[in-house]
Structure formats: C-alpha cells, structure tokens
C-alpha cells in the first residue's frame, strides 16, 4: 500500500514514487524496473536490486531514471562483546564501498574511539574489530554501544543496531557433561557469573564451539613429526 508520497518525477511514459517510508514506486509503460518492458496502470513497488535500501530522492529524464539512496547500516553480528575488545563484527547494511577514509565509531559512556574498517566486495558488508573499550576506564557493565561509519571521514551513519558491551570476568566456570557425541544433540549445563547481568541482556548470550588445537609435549628430537 502506497504510504504519503515523499518525491515524484516523470519520464516521457511513467512516472516514479517515493513515499515517506523510502519505498521506491513506478507506473505507466516502458522498462520500469519490474524486469522488462510493462505496463503499469497503478504504482507498483520496485524490488528488484534494490536490496533493503532507503530511497530519499530520485531524478528524472525523458527515458531515464535515476534514484538515490543514503548510507545505511542495519545490522551488527554479533552484537555483544567483552569490554577489552578484540571481537571481530560484521556490519551488513547499503551504499558501502571501498575507500581510504572508511572508519567505524564506538560510542560509549560519554567515550569515542575510532577503528579502521575493511569493506568485503563478495559479501558487501564491512569488518571491524572492536577496541578496548575499558582501557584506563571503570565502567558500569554491561553497556550499550553506538555505531556510527563513515566513509568519507567526515560524515558519519549510526547503525539502527546496538552493540553491548560485558565485562571480561563472564566466562563459563563449570561444564556439564564434560563430553559428549560428536554427533551432537547433547544438552549443556553451563556455570557462569551472570548475577549483576540485567535480565533484559540476558537474550544476546550466544556459545560458541571452535576446534582445540592438540599439543604434543615437545620430545626433543627435531625428527619426530609432533615437534614440526
């Protein structure tokens, strides 16, 4: 359903919509963005391409349109972390792109810090890895986080997302079964110092299973394939 209309333009046969939502609409005749050349007698959303961009504006020629969408970052995974850093987030969002000037803002507590960030063409999203946001400060954990990129250095978009931040001291303390089939199905017991943790934080836990290295005890004997 077509909201209050934001912008409109025409071409020589159609005309195009945006509405106060940043939905981009077309009707009339000609190759209108629904895949082809059709004919449209009422406003019809266009999504094709369009992935989850917010339209604000959009330009007009006798044969050609040409839309215009901002910045946007929608999500963050994960979206917590411990307050010493180090935890590497995926932003997912539109209009990245590669350049000198990309950077992400953390703030916090009255606190900015500012990481570099690295744009990934085959999955269009940004890595970055998160500072030490408890370097020389007492905070009160856990904490809410504000996002912001930029890619020009200068003006920045803040991630409809929040990231929070917990303190380095909850880690798992006790495990319960210790084993377990490597088929997986078996039900964990975790022990964690989870008490001055907020009930309503308690929803972005997440446990993760990485493979351990095995070490062998060093022999001695630089032929013995355990110490290369």
Do not use: W
Request: overall charge negative; hydrophobic content about 35%; charged content about 20%.
């Amino acid at each position: 359903m077509l909201q209050p209309i934001l912008s409109v333009d025409c071409c020589a046969y159609s005309t195009y919509v945006i509405d106060e939502s940043g939905r981009l609409f077309s009707f009339g005749k000609g190759y209108l963005g629904h895949g082809g050349e059709t004919l449209e007698f009422a406003p019809k959303q266009i999504d094709r391409n369009t992935e989850n961009r917010i339209f604000t504006n959009l330009f007009c020629g006798n044969r050609s349109m040409v839309s215009f969408s901002p910045l946007r970052i929608f999500s963050v995974s994960p979206n917590c972390g411990p307050a010493n850093g180090g935890t590497k987030l995926c932003l997912i969002g539109t209009a990245f792109s590669a350049t000198t000037e990309l950077k992400v803002r953390f703030r916090y507590a009255d606190l900015i810090l500012e990481e570099p960030g690295t744009f990934y063409y085959e999955t269009s999203s940004i890595a970055v890895t998160t500072p030490n946001f408890a370097d020389g400060e007492r905070l009160s954990l856990p904490l809410e986080v504000a996002i912001d990129v930029t890619m020009d250095g200068e003006n920045y978009v803040q991630c409809e997302e929040k990231y929070f931040i917990y303190s380095n001291d909850i880690v798992p303390q006790n495990i319960f079964p210790k084993s377990a089939s490597i088929h997986g199905g078996s039900r964990l017991s975790l022990d964690m110092p989870l008490i001055n943790i907020p009930e309503e934080h308690l929803f972005h836990i997440v446990v993760r299973f990485t493979n351990k290295t095995k070490r062998y005890p060093y022999s001695g004997d630089l032929k013995d394939p355990r110490n290369l």
